[in-house]
T-cell receptor, first 116, second 112 residues
Framework: NAGVTQTPKFRVLKTGQSMTLLCAQDMNHEYMYWYRQDPGMGLRLIHYSVGEGTTAKGEVPDGYNVSRLKKQNFLLGLESAAPSQTSVYFC???????????????FGPGTRLTVT | AQRVTQPEKLLSVFKGAPVELKCNYSYSGSPELFWYVQYSRQRLQLLLRHISRESIKGFTADLNKGETSFHLKKPFAQEEDSAMYYCALIWAGGTSYGKLTFGQGTILTVHP
């Protein structure tokens, strides 16, 4: 199993450009998350999904959109990139066991995005 | 609002010395707390969770509700413990869906 994978690994954008980050998991997990990691800020939740076709806002959703058309994929979109979105983006997934959440998240390797 | 604070951005110790990474939280309810670790060139992974009351790689963490702390401890640090450590808390309110609030992270360096 590959676990959680992210595409691309690195990207440089100019202000105003758009892009989509792809997260894929092969563990049949129900829940998926997008975080951004910034120095001194830890990881902050951008958006999350509790199942195919559903998404919800996290702590810092502004400037991002997401879609979960298939259970195994969770896409993060930047419609008009800004320098403040320069960050490392992590995707994670988790599952529910025995009627409750396992509370363990499995993370992807990250995408380093620079917006100039 | 819930909050996780890791007061030390950087922590350096020598091999064989005890190490304690501090974590304090604010939360209105019964917290579920975790430590995640990110080794160099590896992805973030769960180290331990307080409900399991386990020791992983020699690390332990005790939830102190009175002091609202969840410090990570190891009696004898090893060079391979060098990494970024994050304390994290499950979101409050209703069904959490496992959403986490992270602290700022502590970079631990263990010198030979």
């Amino acid at each position: 199993n590959a676990g959680v994978t992210q595409t691309p690994k690195f990207r440089v954008l100019k202000t105003g450009q758009s892009m989509t980050l792809l997260c894929a998991q092969d563990m049949n997990h129900e829940y998926m998350y997008w975080y951004r990691q910034d120095p001194g800020m830890g990881l902050r939740l951008i958006h999350y999904s509790v199942g195919e076709g559903t998404t919800a806002k996290g702590e810092v959703p502004d400037g991002y959109n997401v879609s979960r058309l298939k259970k195994q994929n969770f896409l993060l979109g930047l419609e008009s990139a800004a320098p403040s979105q320069t960050s490392v983006y992590f995707c994670a997934s988790s599952y529910r066991a025995s009627g409750r959440h396992t509370y363990e998240q499995y993370f992807g390797p990250g995408t380093r995005l620079t917006v100039t | 609002a819930q909050r996780v604070t890791q007061p030390e951005k950087l922590l350096s110790v020598f091999k064989g010395a005890p190490v304690e990474l501090k974590c304090n939280y604010s939360y209105s309810g019964s917290p579920e707390l975790f430590w995640y670790v990110q080794y160099s060139r590896q992805r973030l992974q769960l180290l331990l969770r307080h409900i399991s009351r386990e020791s992983i790689k020699g690390f332990t963490a005790d939830l102190n509700k009175g002091e609202t702390s969840f410090h990570l401890k190891k009696p004898f640090a090893q060079e391979e413990d060098s990494a970024m450590y994050y304390c994290a808390l499950i979101w409050a309110g209703g069904t959490s869906y496992g959403k986490l609030t992270f602290g700022q992270g502590t970079i631990l360096t263990v010198h030979p």
